[in-house]
């Protein structure tokens, strides 16, 4: 079975410009949500998506937004890129939204803003 | 609020010995509590969950951690260390609410010589 997948891989883009990261979940998971690595720290918590719905958001400006499709993908948009944006950005799915449910990472999308 | 301590940034070990990764956790209410394994350029890997049943956790690759409530702890162990195991290790902490927040640590790379 394939796992999550995210495109693109990596991604050069330089300030002020807006970005698109898109994220396929497992089949039959329902959830998804997104993450950012930044070099040396553990990943932080951005959005959670469950039935296409907004179930969490973590602690980033508005400049982040996300949304889920009918078929449980999903897109993260980031406009008026930063530099301190430049990360690995995680995808995760689970089956259910619950704290208990396992959540499967993506291999995630290399950032660089230049 | 809800936060993770993973104490040593960098732990080495010679293949064959004990490997011992330290994770204190500080949560309002009963977490839930995981370890993942992250392998240079890839996603995250769920190595094991404590979800408030047993408090000795068994997880992949013969790696265990202790769940004790007392010192709010849940350090990740494995008897004998493999060459492969070397990558970064982040525990995780979910409280037990509606939606699967994860909230990570600064994660440890663990580093095996011969």
């Known amino acids: 079975d394939a796992g999550v997948t995210q495109s693109p891989t990596h991604l050069i883009k330089t300030r002020g410009q807006q970005v698109t990261l898109r994220c396929s979940p497992i089949?039959?998971?329902?959830?998804v949500s997104w993450y950012q690595q930044v070099l040396g720290q553990g990943p932080q918590f951005i959005f959670q998506y469950y039935e296409k719905e907004e179930r969490g958001r973590g602690n980033f400006p508005d400049r982040f937004s996300a949304r889920q499709f009918p078929n449980y993908s999903s897109e993260l948009n980031v406009n008026a890129l930063l530099l301190g944006d430049s990360a690995l950005y995680l995808c995760?799915?689970?089956f259910g939204q619950g704290a208990h449910n396992e959540q499967f990472f993506g291999p995630g999308t290399r950032l660089t803003v230049l | 609020a809800q936060s993770v301590t993973q104490l040593g940034s960098h732990v080495s070990v010679s293949e064959g010995a004990l490997v011992l990764l330290r994770c204190n956790y500080s949560?309002?209410?009963?977490?839930?509590l995981f370890w993942y394994v992250q392998y240079p350029n890839q996603g995250l890997q769920l190595l094991l969950k404590?979800?408030?049943?047993?408090?000795l956790v068994k997880g992949i690759n013969g790696f265990e951690a202790e769940f004790k409530k007392s010192e709010t702890s849940f350090h990740l162990t494995k008897p004998s260390a493999h060459m492969s195991d070397a990558a970064e290790y982040f525990c995780a902490v979910s409280d037990n609410r509606g939606y699967s927040t994860l909230t990570f640590g600064k994660g440890t790379m663990l580093l095996v010589s011969p």
């Open positions: 995760a799915s689970s």
């Open positions: 949560s309002s209410v009963p977490p839930y």
């Open positions: 404590y979800t408030s049943a047993a408090t």
């Open positions: 089949s039959g998971h329902k959830s």
